[in-house]
């Protein structure tokens, strides 16, 4: 069935540092591939995203890559700050469809 | 705030009952989705409605049953519930369709313990 695998499981970083988040996906119709944020307790927030038209997205200090032919993409966050700290997960999907989830990256920003 | 609506907040009941969630999308979304979150499944898709109509199922319990009304509200209703069943659940709602895009926004989750 489709899956999502999404790498690492957690992520410390000292603050303006670079973090990188890596998911690969299984479904090859997959067309959609959101990245949201997670606070503890809150809503899955929506904060980029990129379709596979397209190879990368950029959108002030996050960005996203995507590599059809590999079935990888990738969240990068430069000059990241503490309330950066949240979990990340990817996710991928078919147009209007359910979106697949990974399992998560928790992120830790150390002032 | 992402405009979809998501009531009640929480929700304490007792192994064997039964509960109702309700969601209202976004303005003009047509479709809606339902997600569990627990501890080790992480979000797991349930269902799927569109303008009305059941469009796709994941891994929903027969225990547990939804529907979308004419005014696009959305019900998941959850019987005999068990100790497991406690988790958070999120409603989605995008545009769908071919006037739209398939971005899904969260509502803000309705966490149910099961005592």
């Known amino acids: 069935g489709e899956n999502v695998e999404q790498h690492p499981s957690t992520l410390s970083v000292q603050e303006g540092d670079s973090a990188v988040i890596k998911c690969t996906y299984s479904?090859?119709?997959?067309?959609?591939f959101p990245w949201y944020k997670q606070e503890l307790g809150k809503r899955p927030q929506l904060i980029i995203d990129i379709r596979s038209n397209v190879g990368e997205k950029k959108d002030q200090r996050i960005a996203v890559t995507l590599n059809k032919t590999a079935k990888h993409f990738s969240l990068h966050i430069t000059e990241t700050q503490p309330e950066d700290s949240a979990v990340y997960f990817c996710?991928?999907?078919?147009?209007?469809?359910?979106?697949?989830f990974g399992t998560g990256t928790r992120l830790l920003v150390s002032p | 705030d992402s405009g979809v609506t998501q009531t009640p907040k929480h929700l304490i009941t007792a192994t064997g009952q039964r509960v109702t969630l309700r969601c209202s999308p976004r303005s003009g979304d047509l479709s809606v989705y339902w997600y569990q979150q627990s501890l080790d499944q992480g979000l797991q898709f349930l269902i799927q409605y569109y303008n009305g109509e059941e469009r796709a199922k994941g891994n929903i319990l027969e225990r547990f049953s939804a529907q979308q009304f004419p005014d696009l509200h959305s019900e998941l209703n959850l019987s005999s519930l068990e100790l497991g069943d406690s988790a958070l659940y999120f409603c989605?709602?995008?545009?769908?369709?071919?006037?739209?895009?398939?971005?899904?926004?969260f509502g803000p989750g309705t966490r149910l313990t099961v005592l």
């Open positions: 989605a709602s995008s545009p769908g369709g071919l006037a739209g895009g398939s971005e899904q926004f």
């Open positions: 996710a991928a999907s078919r147009s209007f469809q359910k979106l697949v």
């Open positions: 479904d090859s119709a997959s067309n959609y």
